[in-house]
């Protein structure tokens, strides 16, 4: 190396110092007078026209003040590039001034530095405005936020299921929100690397920047982007510090109304772009430890910025800029609205509702720029926007959509899937549009195997929204303002070993016992039984143990069959089990399933045995429209997917087992709290009046309700609305489960 740098230079007395690169090699070289970067690549024709198109423009932007920006440097023989060929490989060379300064990576950040930054860009973008160049207006690569999606193909080389989920989320995000507006945004060539090992400092200033090899001609606001970026990816308060770039650069430049649309997206593209590469370059080069040195930083700051309402971060960026913020309609105007067209019967969670604009897993994002912790949703099974899940019905929906009469794979597929999950008894399967419509099928399939007509329910159930279930369900029948109890329905009392009538070992069996003799002393047989393996509105209470395992044989030996209303408990919810009557020891002659199954989509399920198919066949034709359409099971399909391949179960275990013993050490400081119960991510936490049973409704309204103030979401539930209830998504963490708790606990040491 001495003897070419001596060659190409006409130097004899210096010193040359290897430095780290990306995907080139470069030297410091220091002479007797100067100081350069003595850059070596591997040649392509490409990059030469590349290096071409940089030197130009440098030489360009060096006229406007040549103090912060490199200068090419000439070789003894005046060239600024030399194609070489030593050890038989063909090489580039060139030489760039060498710029004095301290990285800002290594300085402490201040307000008055970043403003610097933001002063700095727009400067130099002012520069960059003027000059034309046709190789880099045609160059096209992964690093250029506008072509984002470049880099799928290296989705999959991340190795962590979640942070895959959260880079592919924001790939989703960015082709609804950026690429419909991308023609409207500003062009021209932009530095597109402002990072902070390029940018440099002297007197909490920044006075250079270097690297001009990711020059790109994009939107003009990927310059502020990639500033961000890598300037506030190390930062508790992102957005705090990108304000500060926005301000001063657009006090210089000023920004477009569409720019700061798009601004929050963009950012999350970078962050995408650079955790992918940087998980690429890890599987190829495992040992270039300069590739993946932002990576950890990029990470932090993607997961954070997945706490960040959208609404919120275009709000700070206008601000920044003094754009009127984004607003959206007050609350009571918007229930005004929608009480012109339907009731309010159609109820409504907490004393002050939500208006919620989006989500993402489980975050929920309100239309006034505030991030809810959703702690109670169990609709979206595996998180909201779950880009697998979102990928899967987009994809179907643009291809096929049709009703169940034609023929199609996806109905096989999910079938097979889906009772891929149950005993081999339970293997047929009817589709229909919710865990209502699968109750409403269910008592008619069991009437018309069994051919009698009384139905034995459990106290406090909840079964669906039809005639039918509403006429099961003692929550609805039983309400005051219900039509009560049916002659064809057998009540039973909610096997409780909290509060109920038996709270010992064998409290199961004793419950048994006693639904044993109501079925004996019952004047007809009894069709069918159905129970809910927790009975979520009697206040998520779990069947005693031992309690199926006893009446199942009842309800058999005198004619009937056993219906698990898994909508709620099942799909591995319950961590320990995927299906919650595995828990009693049971299998059910009928299983309903609903909500959950395509994480929010409208579909549900009964699946049977084969004779009771058999009998029901006999009947009249069963037709659903829209039961098991391609789109609903191809969703469905992506659900159970998910569940398995991210390890949903187990991790509903392994989180939910914390998070219940963070409510246990809860309950041992506050009296309030009387029972915590339930299992995975499926519990209750039953609130008291001190040193007795007797529920404490207010307090648990109140506890519910400072939640919601406090961003996190969750609902009561029993009979006396009592009982805190939680059932997040299954990607809930222990992070998240800390969160509630010790909100709770605060709550709870208010005066």
């Known amino acids: 190396m001495n003897k070419l740098i001596q060659n190409l230079f006409g130097l004899v007395d210096f010193e040359i110092k ?35 198109a940089e030197t130009e423009i440098l030489f360009a932007i060096n006229k406007n003040d040549p103090s912060k920006f490199p200068i090419p440097i000439e070789f003894i023989d005046e060239l600024t590039i030399k194609i070489n060929t030593r050890d038989h490989k063909k090489s580039i060379y060139r030489a760039l001034s060498f710029l004095d300064g301290t990285f800002i990576g290594n300085v402490e950040s201040t307000k008055e530095l970043f403003q610097s930054l933001g002063v700095f860009l727009a400067q130099m973008d002012i520069y960059l405005e003027k000059i034309t160049n046709y190789t880099i207006q045609s160059r096209c690569w992964e690093w250029d936020i506008q072509y984002l999606l470049l880099n799928k193909k290296y989705i999959n080389d991340i190795v962590n299921v979640k942070d895959r989920n959260t880079v592919l989320y924001f790939f989703q995000q960015f082709e609804e929100n950026v690429t419909p507006v991308l023609h409207k945004l500003r062009k021209q060539i932009i530095h597109n690397d402002a990072n902070e090992w390029n940018i440099l400092v002297k007197n909490n200033t920044v006075s250079g920047i270097i690297d001009f090899g990711d020059l790109a001609y994009s939107p003009l606001v990927n310059e502020l982007a990639v500033a961000i970026t890598y300037g506030c990816y190390d930062k508790e308060k992102p957005l705090l510090w990108a304000c500060y770039i926005i301000e001063a650069y657009h006090g210089v430049l000023p920004l477009e109304e569409i720019e700061i649309q798009t601004l929050y997206y963009l950012i999350a593209a970078r962050l995408c772009i650079s955790v992918c590469n940087s998980a690429h370059s890890k599987k190829i080069n495992p040992d270039n430890a300069y590739a993946s040195i932002s990576e ?10 997945l706490t960040i309402n959208p609404i919120e971060a275009e709000n700070k960026f206008r601000s920044a800029i003094d754009l009127p913020l984004k607003q959206s309609q007050k609350v009571n105007k918007i229930i005004e609205k929608r009480y012109r067209y339907t009731s309010p019967i159609l109820s409504l969670s907490y004393q002050e509702p939500i208006y919620m604009d989006r989500s993402a897993f489980q975050y929920m994002y309100d239309s006034y720029g505030n991030t809810f912790l959703d702690a109670y949703n169990n609709i979206p099974h595996v998180g909201h926007s779950h880009p697998k899940v979102v990928d899967a019905g987009q994809r179907q929906i643009a291809k096929l959509n049709t009703n169940t009469r034609y023929i199609y ?12 999950k149950f005993p081999n008894s339970l ?6 549009n919710s865990g209502s419509a699968a109750t409403d099928l269910a008592i008619r399939m069991a009437k018309a195997h069994t051919k009698l007509k009384k139905v034995m329910v459990v106290e406090h159930g909840y079964h669906g929204n039809t005639q039918a279930a509403i006429d099961i369900s003692d929550y609805k029948f039983n309400n005051p303002k219900g039509e009560g109890q049916k002659n064809h329905v057998l009540k039973t009392v909610i096997p409780d070993t909290y509060k109920g009538k038996y709270t010992t070992q064998d409290a199961g069996s004793k419950y048994a016992n006693d639904a044993i003799e109501l079925i004996k002393d019952s004047t007809d047989p009894i069709a069918l039984f159905i129970a809910e393996p927790i009975v979520g ?17 009842a309800i058999r030996n005198q004619g009937g069959v056993c219906i698990s209303d898994e909508v709620q408990t099942g799909f591995g919810r319950l961590g320990d089990h995927y299906w919650g009557y595995e828990a009693q020891e049971v299998i059910p002659d009928i299983v309903i399933v609903g909500k959950p199954m395509a994480n929010g989509h409208p579909m549900g399920a009964v699946i049977c045995t084969d004779e009771i198919a058999e009998s029901f066949g006999k009947g009249v034709e069963f037709f659903s429209s829209f039961g098991g359409n391609p789109v609903s099971c191809a ?11 991210e390890k949903l179960q187990q991790n509903a275990k392994i989180v939910g087992d914390y998070y219940k013993s963070l409510f246990i050490k809860l309950q041992e400081k506050h009296v309030c709290i009387g029972d915590v119960r339930g299992s995975g991510l499926f519990l209750g936490i039953e609130i008291i009046k001190e040193n007795t049973h007797e529920p404490n409704t207010a307090l648990a309204q109140n506890i519910k309700n400072k939640l919601r103030h406090n961003h996190i979401l969750i609902s009561t539930d029993g009979p006396y609305n009592n009982v805190l209830k939680t059932k997040p998504p299954l990607c809930f963490t222990k992070e998240n489960a800390k969160m509630v708790v010790d909100t709770i606990d605060y709550i709870l040491e208010l005066p």
């Open 18 to 52: 290897k430095l780290v690169g990306y995907d080139n090699i470069n030297y410091l070289i220091k002479s007797e007078n100067n100081k350069c970067i003595f850059k070596t690549y591997p040649y392509t024709q490409e990059l030469l026209d590349l290096l071409k």
């Open 296 to 305: 950890k930083n990029a990470w932090n700051m993607l997961h954070i910025w």
């Open 409 to 420: 794979d996806l109905l096989t597929d999910y079938s097979e899937k889906l009772l891929s």
């Open 427 to 432: 293997n047929k399967v009817y589709f229909v």
């Open 537 to 553: 509105c009697g206040g998520q209470v779990p069947l005693a143990k031992g309690y199926l395992k006893e009446i199942y044989p």
């Open 635 to 645: 969703i469905a399909l992506s659900v159970i997917e998910t569940i398995d391949h």
